[in-house]
């Protein structure tokens, strides 16, 4: 039986994605084989990575302007890509938005090749809110502006886009297809899959096409969005089967209503447990109400000592993946596109039963 799945990624997928996979397991459209045993030189393949590109431009309306580029190394590998692709014409300096522990790696790894100020941050109040859309000047020279739309271990959502005269980088990596995104606003958007697009190893970028070509001289091949715009994603072997799947949950999405559904269901979903731990004496969010995510929702227990009986008796109730994460424990619910409703319902069900028991 498979249980109910609050993973913070790898997450949750949709069960029909998972009946759909295992029924083409072995025998993929009558080809006498799997889709990982062919070459992604293949039509069949080229056919499969095509349908993903083009169900993923129709689930975020993304203009022909921007290019969609399927990428190894994770959101990790694009907080050096996004430097080494921005910094090469003009000034090496950028500006990040500072909202917690992911801002943070992205801010690291962006000063090994330049200057970056700190705009805004939120870490006077310990990363609890999202810093305010009109604290912040952007700096002068700035080849683009960085932020984090989504604090997966935070559990804090910008409920904003910032205006910016430079090109625009998210790290959508938590949040992409929750909700519609005025994709125009954007230089660069990306994100890993594993939590609302599909399996571990493979990534994502929706490019502005004018920005791929102010690369670093001696940018390693393998992060260069250029190299792999021209050669369709596929310069190097690229993750088949991750590129197969996510290319079904986008098909899924698509037969769900499409973002705008997705977005209905997260507002339902994390409002019903975020009025259930405002309710309770025993649970509660650390995060500020205007900032609350709506993908990944962190939970403190008022009794540290409860922790460990918490997450047995949750296992045994077949909630998985609570555990929050090892930087700030206490708990965490993660409420990805593939988390049903019924799951939220089950898990506010558990917190309340075992608040009245231990709490
Ligand atoms: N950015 C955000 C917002 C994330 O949540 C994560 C992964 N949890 C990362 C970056 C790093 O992603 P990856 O492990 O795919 O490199």
Known sequence: MRKFNFSAGPAALPEPVLYQAQQELLDWHGLGCSVMEISHRTAEFIAVAERAEQDLRDLLSIPESYKVLFLQGGATAQFAAVPWNLFGSGAKKADYIHSGHWAAKAIKEARRY??????????????????????????????????TPNETIGGVEFDYVPEVDCPLVADMSSSILSRPIPVDKFGVIYAGA??????????????????????????????????????????????????????????????QGGVEAMARLADKKSALLYEFLDRSEFFSSPVEKESRSRMNVPFVLADERLHKPFLEAAGEAGLLGLKGHRSVGGMRASLYNAVPLEAVVALVAFLSDFEARRG
Request: aromatic residues 12%.
């Open 194 to 255: 594993q939590k609302n697009m599909g399996p571990s190893g493979i990534a994502v970028a929706i490019v502005r096409e004018d920005l791929l070509h102010r690369a670093m001289a001696g940018i390693p091949r393998g992060l260069s969005w250029k190299v792999a715009a021209d050669a369709g994603s596929m310069d190097n072997t690229p993750p088949t089967f991750a590129w197969y799947l996510s290319g079904l949950v986008f098909q899924w999405l698509k037969a």
């Open 114 to 147: 330049g200057e970056v100020t700190v705009v805004a941050s939120s870490e006077d109040r310990n990363f609890r809110y999202a810093p305010a859309k009109d604290c912040w000047q952007q700096s002068a020279e700035a080849a683009y502006l960085h932020y």
